[in-house]
Structure formats: C-alpha cells, structure tokens
C-alpha cells in the first residue's frame, strides 16, 4: 500500500532549536494527522487538520493543511529534551473507509 | 480515560507457535486495526475490522489472521510464528471515518525465537 513521504527520517538537534518535518503524497488526502510515539508507548494524536491551508497549532507545536492537499507541515518551536521521540504524518482520503496512510516517521533526538 | 489495551507488552515465543495477541478498545469504536512497527519502515497495515466479524486484508497479512467476535475485542494470531514476525504491534481503533483519527494501544514487542 502507499506510504506518504515524510522527511526528515531523523533530527538531532540541540534544546531550545525548532524543528521542521514534513510529508508529502501523489494523491490528495481531505485529513492530516500529526502523531508523537514515546519510546516504547503507542503513537498519540498531536493535531488533526481538516482544512486545505489550515494551521493549527497545539502548544509548541504547529502544523498546516498544504494548499494543494497533498501535503502537510509540522513545527516544534523551542525544543525541550521530553520532544524527543518518533513523529508520525497520516493521512485519510475520501473513499478510505476511515483507514489512514501513515509516513515512515521522523526520528528527532534533542540534546540539553 | 478512553483506551486501547493490549494485553502484553513483551511476548518471546518460539518458532512454530500459534500466538495470540488481544486487543480491546472500550470506546465503543467501530473500526479496529492491527499494525506492525519495524525500524525504517514505519507502520505497516495487517489487518482491520470495520465491524464485528467482518475483516479486511491490509498491506501485509501473509502468515497472520484475525478474530473479531465482539465489537470491543480484535485479535491478531499467528499460524506458526516464524522470526521475520519479531516486530512491534500495535492495536488501534477509531470511529467510522477516522476523521478523529485513531487511538493506539501500548504496543506488544513480540520476539520469535
């Protein structure tokens, strides 16, 4: 099945930098999700957007609907180290019965 | 606090074995999904249910199976676990159109010896 692209696979940045990843797809998707996985725990749902150039932001994190619906961005500003940890994109279509697409993660390391 | 739950985090089983992993979701979700984790490869789709006794293949069923009795219990079972099955799975469930998105369990990390 198709995987959407998401870069960077991995960050290693220092306490206090942003970070930007992002996903994109040949296909157009009407939903973007932004996932976090701790180590050893399930994914949590971060942000949802519905909107085509929607931004939403929860917390330090933000993330936008692109324009053309087939990608999507997501910012974490002012990196502390419980950042850390694998972020996943995912992405529903119109005629999907409710199943996502998920990117192969980012991976971002923060050090103090 | 709405959950899924997996019933084990770390399982070690033998080459052979039939294993069962459990999940349950009391969010009274309609779809559920089984999903295995593996470095570089992100999350790839065994199966899901988008209601009880009906089940769809995902990306890689090869050697898996699913059981979905009860609306609120999805099960994943291997035939005859084989090494390549070492792997993280996860349990998710979401309502009828994931609009919300899904909500994953904890995850069991099998390892096939």
């Known amino acids: 099945g198709q995987q959407l692209n998401q870069s960077p696979q991995s960050m290693f940045i220092q306490e206090g930098e942003d970070v930007s990843m992002n996903c994109t797809s040949s296909s157009i998707f009407n939903t973007w999700l932004w996932y976090k996985q701790d180590p050893g725990e399930g994914p949590v749902l971060l942000i949802a957007?519905?909107?085509?150039?929607e931004l939403t932001s929860n917390g330090r994190l933000t993330a936008q609907f692109g324009i053309t619906r087939k990608d999507s961005f997501l910012n974490i500003s002012a990196s502390i180290p419980s950042d850390v940890g694998i972020y996943f994109c995912?992405?529903?279509?119109?005629?999907?019965?409710?199943?996502?697409?998920f990117g192969a993660g980012t991976q971002v390391v923060v050090t103090p | 606090d709405v959950k899924v739950t997996q019933s084990s985090r770390y399982l070690v089983k033998r080459t052979g074995e039939k294993v069962f992993l459990e999940c349950v979701q009391d969010?009274?979700?309609?779809?559920m999904f089984w999903y295995r984790q593996d470095p570089g490869l992100g999350l790839r789709l065994i199966y899901f249910?988008?209601?009880?006794?009906?089940?769809e293949k995902g990306d890689i069923p090869e050697g898996y199976s699913v059981s979905r009795e009860k609306k609120e219990r999805f099960s994943l079972i291997l035939e005859s676990a084989s090494t390549n099955q070492t792997s993280m799975y996860l349990c998710?469930?979401?309502?009828?159109?994931?609009?919300?998105?899904?909500?994953f369990g904890s995850g069991t990390r099998l390892t096939v010896v």
């Open positions: 998710a469930s979401s309502e009828q159109g994931a609009g919300y998105g899904y909500t």
């Open positions: 995912a992405g529903q279509q119109a005629d999907s019965w409710g199943k996502l697409q």
């Open positions: 249910s988008y209601d009880v006794k009906m089940k």
């Open positions: 969010m009274d979700h309609e779809n």
């Open positions: 957007l519905y909107k085509a150039g």
